[in-house]
């Protein structure tokens, strides 16, 4: 997408592209995007007018980009039909026309949104400013990573690794197999790790969420990439979605219990409580 012009938009739904015509005739139409970016679940379109499409997908958005000639075919988000039909369909809120090809903005329960706003501005918004550093990013350190948690000392490790405010991105997958990589009961409270094992756990995460990005995600389902492939991640997940069968480091059977009020798969046998 960058370096594509934005020849027009369209759209059907007022409150998931919340922008007055004034600022999309002047700051998007004829606009050049110049990069694509993501913060936390937030995903950043930057357009050389100083302004940039802010975007969440919340429960089932989706943006499916494809070439007029249908050679490049690109989804991602909910997965849904939308993402590998044809488009427009009824789910389908905003339509970027890039000149040789279009970005569709779906959303079949219309939670999402799609914002224009001053690039300088963006920092500002509230979600961000809320929001924790990126586990992946290359100025976060292990020690950082351990500061930030001690804010939730006396909050279960688990439940403190899904709050957005404190680490940015972890959801239930990625939490519970770096908590048993790093051999760390979910439950246990954060008080009662060692700096030592919450240094392993920030190592292990990292490798968990690469892994993931180089086999294109979880999502196994309807969700496709650029080269028409489903995300292969579970395929190599330890405990995740494997409950009922043998550890992979001691053969104890896997189970599944709840924390944080989320499904949570553990080896009771590597991950002991720490009461």
């Known amino acids: 997408m960058p370096g594509k012009r934005v020849v027009s938009v369209w759209f059907d739904w007022p409150k998931g592209f919340p922008n007055a015509q004034t600022d999309i005739d ?3 139409i004829g606009a050049h995007i110049t990069d694509v970016k993501r913060r936390a679940k937030v995903l950043l379109i930057e357009l050389d007018s100083q302004y940039s499409l802010v975007i969440h997908l919340k429960m089932t958005g989706q943006l499916v980009f494809r070439s007029n000639d249908d050679h490049v075919r690109f989804g991602a988000g909910h997965p ?8 427009p369909d009824s789910s389908t809120r905003v339509v970027l026309d890039l000149g040789d090809s279009k970005l569709f903005f779906n959303d079949s329960r219309k939670f999402g949104w799609m914002r224009l706003l001053p690039t300088a501005e963006v920092p500002n918004i509230n979600f961000f400013k809320k929001v924790g550093p990126e586990p992946l990013a290359n100025d976060f350190t292990a020690e950082q990573f351990v500061e ?6 006396k909050t279960g490790i688990k439940a403190a690794l899904l709050d957005q405010t404190v680490i940015a991105g972890i959801g239930n997958i990625y939490a519970d197999e770096s908590l048993f990589a790093a051999t760390i009961h979910p439950s246990t409270r954060v008080i009662n790790i060692s700096d030592q094992q919450l240094k392993k756990l920030f190592t292990e995460l990292k490798a968990v969420l690469l892994l ?3 086999k294109g995600g979880s999502t196994d389902r309807i969700y496709v990439n650029h080269e028409v492939k489903r995300g292969s991640y579970l395929t190599f997940a330890k405990v995740f979605r494997r409950d009922g069968k043998p550890c992979p480091n001691c053969g104890t059977i896997i189970e599944k219990i709840r924390v944080a009020g989320r499904g949570t798969h553990i080896c009771p046998n590597c991950q002991k409580a720490q009461l």
């Open 80 to 87: 849904s039909e939308s993402l590998v039909g044809k488009l």
């Open 148 to 153: 930030r948690l001690r804010r939730r000392n």
């Open 212 to 214: 993931s990005i180089e």
């Open 26 to 28: 002047e700051f998007l």
